[in-house]
């Protein structure tokens, strides 16, 4: 059975293989302070961003789930995004995804969000299949302008 616990610092060393092949996949790469900033903001309860972890029966680390709450011009109490959502490829297909964002739901729900929202890339058709079966298209078209 998967289980699907809270980030903590411990939690470092099996974090970074799924982080890194979360960005891997994305074609991206981050700067070593960035990737530990974004780690440490996680496990930090005062801190701005979420995450989870899920382990398979054997404790390995097979998926991760970031995200975090903001405020909304359209909502009294605020919107949460998922930002990162990676599951091992071993693994995919066993309801592991639907499972991760199902706990980002229920953390949303119970902090009183209004909906759960993300993005994910045109051509992500796997992960596409899955988020077409939980949620629904929002029929918005992103827009960025990198400032970095």
């Known amino acids: 059975m998967t289980t699907i616990q809270a980030l903590t610092a411990a939690d470092r060393d099996d974090w ?3 982080w890194q092949a979360y960005l891997t996949f994305y074609e991206s790469v981050l700067a ?3 990737t530990a ?3 440490a ?11 989870a972890i899920a382990r398979g029966d054997d404790g390995r680390a097979v998926g991760i789930v970031h ?9 009294k109490t605020g919107y949460t995004y998922l930002e990162d959502l990676f599951v091992d490829p071993s693994v995919r297909g066993g ?8 706990h980002v739901t229920d953390a949303a ?6 909906k759960v929202y993300w993005l994910t890339a045109e051509g992500n058709t796997t992960a596409r299949a899955l988020y077409d079966r939980v949620a629904e ?3 918005f078209i992103h827009y960025q302008i990198d400032l970095g």
Do not use: K
């Not at 729900?109 to 209004?114: L, M, N, P, Q, Y």
């Open 16 to 18: 970074l293989p799924l």
């Open 109 to 114: 729900r119970a902090a009183g969000s209004d």
């Open 32 to 34: 070593e302070d960035v």
């Open 41 to 51: 903001r996680i496990v930090d309860p005062a801190g701005d961003i979420q995450g």
């Open 137 to 139: 298209r929002s029929g």
């Open 95 to 102: 309801g592991l995804g639907r499972a991760l964002i199902a």
């Open 67 to 75: 995200w975090f709450a903001h405020p909304a011009t359209w909502s």
């Open 37 to 39: 900033s974004t780690f």
